[in-house]
């Protein structure tokens, strides 16, 4: 099954170490398909928006984690990140 999660709220960095930290962030919740960063298209400036898109059936008996609204930012507990897709429960803060 291929997700397209929406993502909001990543921490502004370079774009190499942002594309870096996606997939290390992803990698946890199944088989990374792409990943994509939004920028102004006329001042190449980062947009603090992108996009995954993830495969989630499970590979070699390996479980995913299951995906929710705030994602760890590389496994760090004090930076969350934002996901959205089609199909995923509401969130309500």
Request: glycine share 4%; aromatic share 12%.
């Amino acid at each position: 099954q291929v997700k397209k999660l929406y993502l909001t709220h990543l921490p502004l960095l370079d774009p190499k170490d942002l594309e870096q930290g996606l997939h290390k962030t992803f990698a946890p919740y199944g088989h990374i398909l792409d990943v994509g960063i939004n920028r102004d298209p006329k001042t190449k400036a980062y947009m603090v928006y992108s996009f995954a898109v993830l495969e989630i059936q499970p590979y070699h008996q390996q479980k995913n984690k299951t995906l929710d609204h705030h994602i760890l930012w590389c496994n760090d507990t004090d930076n969350l990140i934002y996901a959205h897709f089609d199909q995923m429960p509401l969130y309500c803060s």
